[in-house]
């Protein structure tokens, strides 16, 4: 029911079903007015031409009056007789009536006793007082046309010498008048549907195409730009259909380009190893890419349409204010369960040509690396004029005392002259090892490679370690065993021996350094598929496990104060890292605090096979 309704109801608004109701209307109302107009005048034309049809005769009402003039005893008979004689089908009734209203003879039989009455008619005695016709038509039980003429006797017209009624049957008259009224409603019916049916012929040949256009851009709003509109001919809308089909094309082509530049600009977007965000000009999230979602470590959904200060977690400034003020910001993201990001966030306005500002586009730019490394160069640069000012201060105390007279004393002399030489050659260890960080930081530090068998390298260097031991009778200086686990097997890798050299005496003599006196340091080889691990364990104070992963650091030391009296630099392991690592290899440390710390070197290393073997040959 509500299909047929709302299909009622489009078919009553289309253009097609107007033009063809307005048409017919049109129509019908022309008919209507030429109609009335006709039948009026045929029913004048008809009722003048039916009483001029009853019109008595000249002949006839000189006879009649004569009669009323005679002086005849049979007057009445003769009037009679003449009324009979000149009574035909038409007339229904005449009465002869005399100047003194009497009626003098009448055509129905019926009547005759009637005659010598006075007539009751007012029009019959106004005829006979005025001398003029009157003419009317009745309704007595169907239509009549009343003629009362005067009769006049020969001497004049104002003579009236009595007058004579005529009452006829327009019967007939009137059927021809409806059988003719009837034929032309027929006709203008005939005429109505007929035009209304043209009408829709000719509405519905205008509206075709209109529809088709309809339906295109229909289409063309789908994105559909396949069809086109068919052109019936060549006029207003044959010229409106083709500049139809050439705009669905233009619109088609700008389209695909549109399209092709955005994809163009996503692929930009989410290729771009910067973070993208855009927003509507309340500062809402409407675009981001898949960069900023991965800096952001967020999904989707939980960006778009939220304020752009709500995801940057900047909770005291307003997405407004902050895309406004076009400022340049460093952003800490919360860590939550990964590694801190720091961004360099970017606004920018989007302006359009009008200079209404419809949103704004952030770039985010990971600054993490870079503001780690400003971080420890700063650092760096405070640890250094730090290392550097202790023994400074310390020198320039030293000298100072000397000075001002300690120099004569001694007893205090040789002991100040020590100390400043302590701290003086510990400042040269120290910027040697600056230096040569620095050299290996710059890539300057030429590598010099060679094949050397570990077992025997690592033995060569432990065996200095042991003569030390035994050839220094200093009883105050540290006593220690060297525990050797090295295994016999030839163990070649390619390093450079200098600087692994330097590695492994650091480490030992770190060993030496936080083990207790008389501490046995045990040296083990082992090795796998691909690598040779060298550990190095003493039974000194350890190190705690959250300062394990910092000992490699720059300047990095657990006991400060201790590590500058054993005449540390604390860039040590920092330098032996730096060389493990230029070998391709790894260092790493792990401490049972209280009981002893072990070092691993790992290097990377290929077993001999019998063919290197026999080449070697
Ligand atoms: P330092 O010149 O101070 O020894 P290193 O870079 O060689 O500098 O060592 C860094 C820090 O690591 C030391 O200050 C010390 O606190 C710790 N450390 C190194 N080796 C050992 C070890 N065998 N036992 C305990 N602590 C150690």
């Known amino acids: 029911m509500k299909k047929f309704k709302a299909r009622l109801n489009s078919t009553f608004n289309s253009i097609n079903t107007k033009i063809a109701i307005v048409f017919m209307l049109m129509l019908l109302a022309t008919i209507e007015v030429i109609g009335a107009y006709f039948t009026r005048q045929l029913e004048q034309n008809s ?366 002399a040789p002991k100040f002259l020590e100390v400043t030489q302590q701290e003086t050659s510990r400042m040269i260890r120290m910027i040697n090892d600056l230096l040569s960080l620095s050299r290996m930081d710059r890539g300057v530090s030429k590598m010099d490679l060679e094949f050397v068998n570990l077992n025997d390298f690592v033995n060569h260097i432990l065996n200095r370690f042991d003569m030390i031991v035994k050839t220094d009778k200093n009883k105050e200086k540290k006593k220690y065993t060297i525990k050797r686990e090295l295994g016999s097997q030839a163990l070649w890798v390619e390093i450079d021996t200098d600087k692994m050299m330097q590695v492994i005496d650091n480490i030992m003599n770190n060993a030496i350094k936080y083990s207790p006196d008389g501490g046995v340091i045990t040296v083990r080889m082992t090795q796998n598929q691909d690598h040779v691990i060298l550990s190095i364990s003493d039974q000194g104070l350890g190190i705690p496990r959250k300062d394990l992963g910092k000992i490699f650091d720059r300047f990095y030391r657990v006991d400060k104060a201790r590590s500058r009296a054993q005449g540390g630099t604390g860039l040590g392991l920092a330098i032996a890292k730096e060389i493990v690592e230029a070998h391709h290899g790894r260092i790493w440390a792990d401490s049972n605090e209280g009981k002893g710390s072990t070092f691993y070197i790992s290097l990377p290393y290929e077993p001999m096979t019998e063919e290197d073997d026999w080449d070697e040959v």
């Not at 009317?136 to 003429?149: A, C, E, L, T």
């Not at 075709?208 to 052109?231: C, N, R, T």
């Open 47 to 412: 009722i003048e031409s039916f009483q001029s049809s009853i019109q008595i005769q000249t002949i006839v009402s000189n006879q009649l009056a004569n009669q009323l003039t005679s002086d005849n005893k049979n007057t009445n008979d003769r009037l009679n007789q003449i009324v009979n004689d000149y009574n035909n089908d038409a007339i229904s009734e005449i009465i002869v009536v005399d100047n003194k209203d009497t009626i003098r003879a009448v055509s129905n039989l019926n009547d005759k006793s009637k005659i010598g009455q006075r007539i009751n008619n007012t029009d019959v005695k106004q005829v006979i007082s005025t001398g003029h016709q009157v003419n009317k038509v009745v309704d007595d039980h169907g239509n009549y046309m009343i003629q009362i003429s005067p009769l006049t006797s020969g001497n004049g017209s104002n003579n009236t010498v009595g007058a004579i009624y005529v009452k006829a049957s327009m019967q007939d008259v009137f059927n021809n008048l409806r059988q003719i009224s009837l034929t032309f409603l027929i006709a203008s019916l005939i005429a109505a549907l007929l035009g209304a049916f043209l009408s829709l012929v000719i509405s519905r040949a205008i509206t075709q195409p209109i529809e088709e256009m309809q339906k295109q851009a229909l289409h063309i709003a789908d994105g559909d730009y396949s069809s086109q509109v068919k052109i019936y001919s060549n006029d207003e809308l044959g010229q409106l259909a083709k500049a139809f089909n050439t705009l669905s094309v233009r619109i088609e082509r700008s389209q695909e380009e549109s399209d092709s530049e955005r994809r163009r600009l996503d692929s930009v977007l989410s290729h771009m190893s910067d973070g993208v965000l855009a927003t509507d000009r309340h500062g809402n999230v409407s675009v981001v890419n898949h960069m900023a979602l991965n800096f952001l470590n967020k999904k989707e959904d939980e960006v778009i349409n939220k304020p752009i200060a709500e995801v940057l977690g900047l909770k005291d400034t307003s997405s407004q204010d902050l895309i406004s003020s076009q400022k340049e910001i460093v952003v800490t993201l919360d860590p939550g369960t990964r590694d801190e990001i720091i961004l360099h966030a970017s606004f920018s306005l989007i302006k359009r040509v009008t200079g209404f500002v419809s949103g704004s586009v952030c770039v985010l730019h990971d600054v993490t690396e870079q503001q780690k490394n400003e971080d420890s160069q700063r650092q760096f640069v405070s640890n250094v004029s730090h290392e550097l000012r202790t023994p400074l201060t310390s020198l320039q105390a030293y000298i100072e005392a000397l000075n001002e007279g300690a120099w004569k004393d001694p007893e205090i």
